[in-house]
T-cell receptor
C-alpha cells in the first residue's frame, strides 16, 4: 500500500471556481503534512504546511483529519496562475522521511 | 527563505559515461539531503536519503553502485550517475531537509537537473 495516495485528476475548472483536493496517508504515526505546488518542468515549491487546526492563506485552505488520515486543500476563486500539479507530502515522526503523493493536476480555464 | 542550488541544470552525455550532479544549501545547514528522480508525467520518486558524514540510505530498487551519493558537508551533497544509459534520462531533483526540535519539518528543493543520455 502506498504511503500517500492522491487522485491524479486532471481537474479542469473555470476561472473563479472553487476546487478541492484530498490526499490520504497510511501511517497513523505521520508527523508533518504539506502541500507543494509543482509547475511543469520545475521543482516543487512549498505551498503551505497543514496543521491539525486547519490553516488558511489567502484563497488557500488546508485541513488535516487525523482520525480519517487525510488532508485536503481548498482553492477558492481559482486563477489561471493556479494551474499546476499539487503534491501532498507526509513526513514520519523523525522528520527524516518525506513521502510524496503522485500529484493532482489542475488546469484553470479562462 | 532557504535556497538550494543544483548544478548543472542540464546535461547531455553519451551512454557509458558518468555524470556528477551537485546540490548545495546556500544559506542554511541541512541535516539531511534527499535525491529524487522524476520521469515525465510522474511524481517524484525518492532515490536516497543522505546525512552528512554517513552512508546514504537507498530506496528499494535503486542501485547504490550506480547512483553514488557523497554527502561531504552540511551544505553539499553530490549524486554521480555511473555508466549512464538512456533509461537513466530523467529529471533529478535534490532537496535539503531541516529537522527542527519541533515540527513541522520542511525541505527545500533545488531547481533540478535534466539528464539526457544519448
Amino acid at each position: 500500500r502506498k504511503e500517500v495516495e492522491q487522485d491524479p485528476g486532471p481537474f479542469n475548472v473555470p476561472e473563479g471556481a472553487t476546487v478541492a483536493f484530498n490526499c490520504t496517508y497510511s501511517n497513523s504515526a505521520s508527523q508533518s503534512f504539506f502541500w507543494y505546488r509543482q509547475d511543469c518542468r520545475k521543482e516543487p515549491k512549498l505551498l503551505m504546511s497543514v496543521y491539525s487546526s486547519g490553516n488558511e492563506d489567502g484563497r488557500f485552505t488546508a485541513q488535516l483529519n487525523r482520525a480519517s488520515q487525510y488532508i485536503s486543500l481548498l482553492i477558492r476563486d481559482s486563477k489561471l496562475s493556479d494551474s499546476a500539479t499539487y503534491l501532498c507530502v507526509v513526513t514520519t515522526r523523525t522528520g527524516n522521511q518525506f513521502y510524496f503523493g503522485t500529484g493532482t493536476s489542475l488546469t484553470v480555464i479562462p | 527563505g532557504a535556497v538550494v542550488s543544483q548544478h548543472p541544470s542540464r546535461v547531455i552525455c553519451k551512454s557509458g559515461t558518468s555524470v556528477k550532479i551537485e546540490c548545495r544549501s546556500l544559506d542554511f545547514q541541512a541535516t539531511t539531503m534527499f535525491w529524487y528522480r522524476q520521469f515525465p508525467k510522474q511524481s517524484l520518486m525518492l532515490m536516497a536519503t543522505s546525512n552528512e558524514g554517513s552512508k546514504a540510505t537507498y530506496e528499494q530498487g535503486v542501485e547504490k553502485d550506480k547512483f553514488l551519493i557523497n554527502h561531504a558537508s552540511l551544505t553539499l551533497s553530490t549524486l554521480t550517475v555511473t555508466s549512464a544509459h538512456p533509461e537513466d534520462s530523467s529529471f533529478y531533483i535534490c532537496s535539503a531537509g531541516v529537522v527542527r526540535p519541533d515540527p513541522p519539518y520542511e525541505q527545500y528543493f533545488g531547481p533540478g537537473t535534466r539528464l539526457t543520455v544519448t
